[in-house]
């Protein structure tokens, strides 16, 4: 069965910390991998991840995929208050659309 | 772009009675999904549609779940009759092909 497991599940961090979110993978058919944030309403969308090795990045956000080991991290440097949230790791299997299987999330708290 | 669209926001009803839940996907798309979102079970796929044809309902839970696409701007999920384990919150999203799917707001479902 596909799956995506998210470490850790939850962390306390103080304003100005590092973090990194951490997401492993097995699905069959990977075609991307996708993170997002979701505060009190929908999640909303940080990045697509296709390729091994390749590093993107928000501002202060920035997030790498492992295809050979089926992972991807997220980074969040400088954290800020505002950076509390869930933040979800989905991965898209099926070629040619969309399908998500969703990850448990991380809930990242910042106290300042 | 008013992106996605669902209603109600907020549904409160009683064990027995039928519940319907709206969505509006980004005008474009072409690809609509519906999730539900609890504590215990994470963010779950329930079905998608491409072109308004459901491609794969296997996420639904049971035969008192159903959902239609009558058209490209319209997508309904109907739950009859209500439980109190449906209680949960309920996403729409749409993408266009091998594209990133966008969340609406969610109709957070109480089931009495």
């Known amino acids: 069965e596909d799956k995506v497991v998210q470490s850790p599940l939850s962390l306390v961090v103080h304003e100005g910390d590092t973090v990194t979110l951490n997401c492993s993978y097995e699905v069959t058919n990977f075609r991307s991998l996708l993170w997002y944030k979701q505060e009190k309403k929908a999640p909303t969308f940080l990045f697509m991840l296709t390729s091994s090795g390749i590093e993107k990045k928000s501002g202060r956000l920035s997030s790498i995929l492992d295809k050979k080991e089926l992972f991807s991290i997220l980074n969040i440097t400088a954290t800020q208050t505002g950076d509390s949230a869930v933040y979800l790791c989905?991965?898209?299997?099926?070629?040619?659309?969309?399908?998500?299987?969703f990850g448990q999330g991380t809930r990242l708290t910042i106290n300042p | 772009d008013a992106g996605v669209i669902q209603s109600p926001r907020h549904e409160v009803t009683e064990m027995g009675q039928e519940v319907t839940l709206r969505c509006k996907p980004i005008s474009g798309h072409d690809y609509l999904f519906w999730y539900r979102q609890t504590m215990m079970r994470g963010l779950e796929l329930l079905i998608y549609?491409?072109?308004?044809?459901?491609?794969?309902d296997s996420g639904m839970p049971e035969d008192r779940f159903s959902a239609k696409m009558p058209n490209a701007s319209f997508s309904t999920l109907k739950i009859q009759p209500s439980e109190p384990r449906d209680s949960a919150v309920y996403f729409c999203?749409?993408?266009?092909?091998?594209?990133?799917?966008?969340f609406g707001p969610g109709t957070r479902l109480l089931v009495l």
């Open positions: 999203a749409s993408s266009s092909a091998g594209q990133t799917q966008y």
């Open positions: 989905a991965v898209g299997e099926i070629q040619g659309a969309q399908k998500l299987v």
């Open positions: 549609f491409n072109n308004n044809v459901p491609i794969d």
